[in-house]
T-cell receptor, first 114, second 116 residues
Framework: AQSVTQLGSHVSVSEGALVLLRCNYS??????LFWYVQYPNQGLQLLLK??????LVKGINGFEAEFKKSETSFHLTKPSAHMSDAAEYFC????????????FGSGTQLTVLP | EAGVAQSPRYKIIEKRQSVAFWCNPI?????LYWYQQILGQGPKLLIQ????????DSQLPKDRFSAERLKGVDSTLKIQPAKLEDSAVYLC??????????????FGQGTRLTVV
C-alpha cells in the first residue's frame, strides 16, 4: 500500500521568496516519487521525479526536491518564486520497478503575491 | 511529438444520462490510464491498460463505468447512467511499457464533466 500526504492545501508566498511545498509518503516498497503541476483547465505536467538515483532531484522551471528516507519526505522547493509559478502542485508515489500507477496527494494550491 | 489528446474538453449532462470520453495516447505508448479528479482532490486511478488488456480496474465502479481500448491505441471511457457525484475532470495519461527506471506518465488536458 502506498499514500502521500501534502501538508497545506494552500500556500502563499511573495514574488522572489522561497517556495516550500511539503510531501510525506508511505510505501511498503521502495518508492518512485513525483511532483506534478497543474495550471487552470490544463492537464498535469511533470516537474521532477525520484527513481532511486540521486536523492536531490532537479526539475523544470527551477524546482528541486530532496528525497529523505529517514523522514519519508519529498518536499518541493524553489529559491525564488515567480508569478508564473501560481498553480496547483501534486505529489505522487508509485511502487518502483512495476507499472506506473500513481497515487496522488490532495494537492497544494500555490499563490504568488506581487 | 504530439501529446495525449482527449475529447470533448467539456460536457454537461443530466443525471441518469450516458456519456463517453475519448483518449488518443502518445504514439508508441503501450500503457494507458484513466484518472478521475474530483474538485479539490488529487487524481484517482480508475483503470489501467497495457496494450489492449486491463491491468487494474479495481477502483472502477463497474456498475456504471466501462472502458475499452480496442487495438491497443485509442480508448473510450463510458458512464451509464451518470450520477451527480460523477462530476469531475477525467484525465487520460499514457506511458511507455513499465520497467525498471520509472517511466513518465504524460497527461492529457482532461474532460470536465458536469452532471446536473
Amino acid at each position: 500500500a502506498q499514500s502521500v500526504t501534502q501538508l497545506g492545501s494552500h500556500v502563499s508566498v511573495s514574488e522572489g521568496a522561497l517556495v516550500l511545498l511539503r510531501c510525506n509518503y508511505s510505501s511498503s516498497v521502495p518508492p518512485y516519487l513525483f511532483w506534478y503541476v497543474q495550471y487552470p483547465n490544463q492537464g498535469l505536467q511533470l516537474l521532477l521525479k525520484y527513481t532511486s538515483a540521486a536523492t536531490l532531484v532537479k526539475g523544470i522551471n527551477g524546482f528541486e526536491a530532496e528525497f529523505k528516507k529517514s523522514e519519508t519526505s519529498f518536499h518541493l522547493t524553489k529559491p525564488s518564486a515567480h508569478m508564473s509559478d501560481a498553480a496547483e502542485y501534486f505529489c505522487a508515489v508509485s511502487p518502483s520497478g512495476s507499472a506506473r500507477q500513481l497515487t496522488f496527494g490532495s494537492g497544494t494550491q500555490l499563490t504568488v503575491l506581487p | 511529438e504530439a501529446g495525449v489528446a482527449q475529447s470533448p474538453r467539456y460536457k454537461i449532462i443530466e443525471k441518469r444520462q450516458s456519456v463517453a470520453f475519448w483518449c488518443n495516447p502518445i504514439s508508441g505508448h503501450a500503457t494507458l490510464y484513466w484518472y478521475q479528479q474530483i474538485l479539490g482532490q488529487g487524481p484517482k486511478l480508475l483503470i489501467q491498460f497495457q496494450n489492449n488488456g486491463v491491468v487494474d480496474d479495481s477502483q472502477l465502479p463497474k456498475d456504471r463505468f466501462s472502458a475499452e481500448r480496442l487495438k491497443g491505441v485509442d480508448s473510450t471511457l463510458k458512464i451509464q447512467p451518470a450520477k451527480l457525484e460523477d462530476s469531475a475532470v477525467y484525465l487520460c495519461a499514457s506511458s511507455r511499457s513499465p520497467g525498471v527506471g520509472g517511466t513518465e506518465a504524460f497527461f492529457g488536458q482532461g474532460t470536465r464533466l458536469t452532471v446536473v
